[in-house]
């Protein structure tokens, strides 16, 4: 049997995604009974040892093998050739998952990245199997596929590690309660019946935290605004911390009626850079604020926080008329990470 990745699963490879959900799915909401695991918070590597090397790989099907070469030499001393693995690379910090760590990898250069393994090596949570012994599983349901995953995974040590996985819903939710202080943002459910493919065929629920924030600018005109810019006071200055989804016309129109002209002395500029509110862009272009008076508002946002902004968008939940911008505190969630 040849120990080569087979023809299809060269890279780039075509991962399986899921869907945003909710609230937990019912126990027929995937074929084959609900399998939940962690959904985890670093980058999702397609890792292949073929019969010569060892490469990762990113989703967008770029390769990460230079970035984490401590998890190529895992690969390469505990994984038989003609493999390929689906699942996250993440560095620990601690006893949280550290995603800026990550991105300092990313944009580390040769002379620099040998110090950065030291001072924080990555490991690697396995929580698919795509290939084995050069052969295409993609095909076979996933609890197959799970069996052939523990089967590979029985003397694992570090930086390889296999994701948990159950079918109790209850501890599903212990877990859902319980993991997000560790930086994991939610759950990601597959069906015990499903094969490998790359489509969003499986289901995601984040976690999600209740906040009050400041709104001091708003997308679009103030009267009918499209999205708010919130702030948070951070090292004593109200700092941009994020962007909230597309608002509907009724809530733009309600958060108008609540909003008037920034006054002289506003500490936000008129415009800011795409990137600064959302790193992952490919649109580097300017972003205009219309700026406002400061208002509070509450909103509903992920686990996912660099430490100065909130990696993915928000949502607004109502505005706090009753209460003053100048007594917002940064959230003691936020606050250790």
Request: with cysteine; hydrophobic share 40%; aromatic share 6%.
């Amino acid at each position: 049997m040849s120990e080569s990745i087979p023809r299809a699963l060269q890279p780039p490879v075509a991962v399986a995604l899921a869907k945003l959900v909710r609230t937990f799915p019912g126990p027929a909401a995937l074929p084959g009974g609900i399998w939940a695991e962690p959904k985890w918070d670093g980058y999702r590597a397609i890792v292949l040892n073929d019969s010569d090397r060892v490469s990762l790989w990113s989703r967008q099907g770029k390769e990460l093998s230079r970035i984490f070469p401590e998890l190529c030499e895992g690969v390469r001393a505990q994984v038989p050739p003609g493999v390929v693995l689906d699942g996250e690379a993440v560095i620990w910090n601690g006893d949280r998952l550290d995603f800026e760590a990550l991105q300092r990898r990313m944009v580390s250069s040769r002379a620099a990245l040998p110090a950065l393994v030291h001072e924080l090596p990555a490991s690697f949570a396995a929580f698919d199997v795509l290939a084995v012994a050069g052969q295409d599983v993609r095909g076979v349901p996933f609890t197959g596929r799970r069996q052939l995953l523990e089967e590979l995974a029985r003397d694992w040590t570090a930086p390889l590690n296999l994701s948990p996985t159950t079918t109790d819903m209850e501890l599903a939710k212990t877990w859902l309660k319980d993991l997000p202080h560790t930086g994991v943002e939610g759950l990601v459910f597959k069906g015990g019946s499903q094969p490998y493919d790359g489509s969003r065929s499986w289901l995601k629920l984040k976690t999600k935290n209740t906040f009050d924030a400041v709104c001091a600018a708003v997308i679009g005109p103030i009267t009918q605004p499209q999205a708010i810019i919130a702030g948070l006071p951070i090292d004593g200055q109200l700092r941009i911390v994020g962007r909230s989804t597309v608002l509907t016309t009724r809530a733009g129109r309600e958060l108008g009626r609540r909003l008037s002209p920034a006054e002289p002395g506003h500490p936000w500029p008129e415009e800011i850079s795409e990137i600064s509110l959302n790193r992952f862009s490919k649109d580097k272009g300017p972003v205009h604020l219309t700026l406002v008076e400061p208002v509070v508002v509450e909103i509903s946002a992920d686990v996912a926080w660099t430490g100065k902004s909130f990696r993915h968008p928000i949502s607004l939940l109502r505005v706090r008329p009753e209460f003053d911008p100048s007594e917002v505190e940064l959230p003691s969630p936020l606050q250790n990470r």
